[in-house]
């Protein structure tokens, strides 16, 4: 790589700068706080949907989700009422790390979301929460077993599964916020004994990308006891539980300082997050049920399987210890996309739908039942457009019960997405409003319930969220960019895409990239002649240009 400068991007799984600024003011995270007044920081665009995976996935490799292809932790598959489980293989597109790797550089990257399979590197790739394990990462699960069983004998594995979010017992978020603070500092000791193995073999890592997700799952459970105005605040709330999102933010801060000490503060560092993150409405809604209120789908009856199937999936993650529930559905391979697609889809008569949803708050949207590509379509492609019309005036007109939309925006797929993979995507996809500044959740149809309607006003212990009540911390679209060191001291973004991430990276680290990326370096305010072809073709996208 010629004219190399060594990176080190911290990441913050749903960090936002609404948790960051006031604790940043009030001296509790110091070294955020000194990056951000010495370096360039502004909000982080995330992608359609603010999701984990097609959002690092485009941090990864700089194109959008209808041209990296990864859309959810899930994909529907084509011409079938059935989902599979999506990893890496689903994505295309080169990574950062295999570009850097491919010039010459040395990769350490530890819980990067979509990662799964590790692709082979100079250096250690740890994939992130979807490798598939139970008992903690196991080395045969990494691009170099040797070198993390090096690591891991000192400190420990990089994860262990020490805690489940689907529990419900008396004390589990009192005990769930030691969990979290433990996990940080496990994963911090873990990232700097790699990078101490790694320099004494003389292959210090010119690119480092180290993930938490506890800022992510912090904001999931606690936000209602972070914000004294959440709807979904219940009092009285504990001093520990009040506290937990400032404590697990100071933690990730004192694990910043400590990663950039190690690396050297003489080099470039990033902290960035995927999405942001906000409180939730007391509201949650059911798309299924409104198009079946506005005759676009119809149920097949009381005993549908999809009710049976999510009884016995949700059942089996809650019952099994996770050793036992990853065999089960390792021997049945099938099983558990199985259960999750009954789950979706398994009570629909469709024969007589038009329309219908996953259903599932990672990616809304609708799909059209269309014939000759689904299984059972009953919509003629003459009549395709006229149902998506319909469908998007349906939501348009949707209603919370107090007033005011369910749905910010609902938009046909070639409206949101370009590239190859758009047919991925539902065909139409919906951005959820907010109510009073907290967003809603879109969750499962309560058909076993004959008096409930779209929209569903939780009350008492429901507010807590959990499966199917939504979590009580939503996503945003803004997540976080902060960028310290010599390639950030001139420059003031206004606001930054996840795409334009990628190339910012490579250009610091003097790797070159033939193909157009969905992003843009940044950087000094004049473009090149290629810069300036890529910003005319984002403009003419958006519609801005003829």
């Known amino acids: 790589?010629?004219?190399?400068?060594?990176?080190?991007?911290?990441?913050?799984?749903?960090?936002?700068?609404?948790?960051?600024?006031?604790?940043?003011?009030?001296?509790?995270?110091?070294?955020?706080?000194?990056?951000?007044?010495?370096?360039?920081?502004?909000?982080?665009?995330?992608?359609?949907?603010?999701?984990?995976?097609?959002?690092?996935?485009?941090?990864?490799?700089?194109?959008?989700?209808?041209?990296?292809?990864?859309?959810?932790?899930?994909?529907?598959?084509?011409?079938?009422?059935?989902?599979?489980?999506?990893?890496?293989?689903?994505?295309?597109?080169?990574?950062?790390?295999?570009?850097?790797?491919?010039?010459?550089?040395?990769?350490?990257?530890?819980?990067?979301?979509?990662?799964?399979?590790?692709?082979?590197?100079?250096?250690?790739?740890?994939?992130?929460?979807?490798?598939?394990?139970?008992?903690?990462?196991?080395?045969?699960?990494?691009?170099?077993?040797?070198?993390?069983?090096?690591?891991?004998?000192?400190?420990?594995?990089?994860?262990?599964?020490?805690?489940?979010?689907?529990?419900?017992?008396?004390?589990?978020?009192?005990?769930?916020?030691?969990?979290?603070?433990?996990?940080?500092?496990?994963?911090?000791?873990?990232?700097?004994?790699?990078?101490?193995?790694?320099?004494?073999?003389?292959?210090?890592?010119?690119?480092?990308?180290?993930?938490?997700?506890?800022?992510?799952?912090?904001?999931?459970?606690?936000?209602?006891?972070?914000?004294?105005?959440?709807?979904?605040?219940?009092?009285?709330?504990?001093?520990?539980?009040?506290?937990?999102?400032?404590?697990?933010?100071?933690?990730?801060?004192?694990?910043?300082?400590?990663?950039?000490?190690?690396?050297?503060?003489?080099?470039?560092?990033?902290?960035?997050?995927?999405?942001?993150?906000?409180?939730?409405?007391?509201?949650?809604?059911?798309?299924?049920?409104?198009?079946?209120?506005?005759?676009?789908?119809?149920?097949?009856?009381a005993a549908a399987l999809d009710g049976a199937a999510r009884t016995a999936r949700d059942a089996a993650l809650r019952v099994l210890p996770p050793r036992v529930a990853e065999a089960v559905f390792r021997r049945v391979r099938p099983a558990a996309a199985a259960l999750e697609s009954a789950a979706r889809f398994g009570g629909l008569d469709w024969s007589e739908t038009a329309a219908f949803s996953e259903e599932v708050n990672t990616q809304p949207g609708v799909w059209v039942n269309r014939a000759g590509r689904e299984a059972a379509g009953c919509v003629a492609a003459a009549d395709y457009e006229k149902v998506r019309e319909e469908v998007i005036a349906a939501l348009a007109a949707w209603q919370l019960p107090g007033g005011g939309p369910v749905v910010a925006r609902a938009r046909r797929r070639e409206e949101v997405y370009r590239g190859p993979f758009v047919e991925r995507a539902p065909d139409v996809v919906i951005e959820l409003a907010e109510e009073a500044g907290y967003g809603l959740s879109l969750v499962a149809s309560p058909w076993h319930d004959g008096s409930a309607g779209s929209v569903t006003t939780l009350e008492g212990e429901a507010l807590a969220g959990g499966r199917g009540r939504g979590m009580n911390g939503v996503h945003r679209p803004q997540g976080v960019f902060i960028g310290h060191g010599p390639a950030f001291s001139a420059i003031e973004p206004g606001v930054v895409h996840l795409a334009d991430l990628a190339p910012t990276l490579l250009a610091g680290l003097g790797v070159a990239w033939d193909e157009e990326l969905d992003g843009l370096a940044l950087g000094p305010s004049e473009y090149d002649p290629a810069e300036e072809a890529r910003v005319a073709a984002r403009l003419r996208n958006l519609g801005y240009l003829e």
């Open 1 to 301: 790589m010629s004219s190399r400068r060594r990176t080190l991007v911290l990441g913050l799984d749903g960090a936002t700068f609404d948790v960051i600024r006031p604790l940043a003011r009030a001296g509790r995270l110091p070294n955020l706080a000194r990056w951000m007044e010495e370096g360039a920081h502004a909000p982080a665009e995330s992608t359609v949907p603010a999701m984990t995976f097609p959002a690092w996935s485009t941090f990864m490799t700089g194109l959008e989700p209808g041209r990296h292809g990864l859309f959810d932790f899930t994909q529907k598959r084509a011409g079938a009422y059935r989902v599979r489980f999506t990893n890496a293989r689903d994505r295309t597109g080169a990574t950062l790390f295999e570009r850097v790797s491919r010039a010459g550089g040395r990769i350490l990257c530890l819980g990067m979301p979509t990662t799964w399979p590790p692709e082979p590197v100079d250096g250690l790739v740890v994939a992130g929460f979807d490798a598939p394990v139970s008992r903690g990462s196991d080395p045969s699960r990494t691009s170099d077993p040797a070198l993390y069983r090096q690591v891991a004998a000192r400190v420990g594995p990089w994860m262990t599964p020490d805690l489940d979010e689907t529990a419900e017992a008396e004390g589990w978020h009192e005990r769930t916020i030691e969990l979290l603070l433990g996990r940080v500092e496990r994963k911090t000791r873990f990232a700097l004994e790699a990078l101490r193995v790694m320099s004494d073999q003389g292959r210090a890592p010119d690119l480092a990308c180290i993930v938490w997700s506890e800022s992510d799952t912090v904001a999931h459970h606690f936000w209602r006891d972070h914000d004294p105005a959440s709807p979904r605040r219940v009092e009285p709330v504990s001093p520990a539980r009040s506290a937990a999102v400032a404590s697990v933010y100071e933690r990730l801060d004192g694990a910043c300082g400590e990663l950039r000490e190690a690396f050297g503060t003489d080099a470039d560092c990033v902290v960035v997050s995927d999405h942001g993150s906000g409180g939730a409405s007391r509201n949650v809604v059911h798309v299924n049920r409104h198009l079946a209120d506005c005759g676009l789908l119809r149920r097949r009856g």
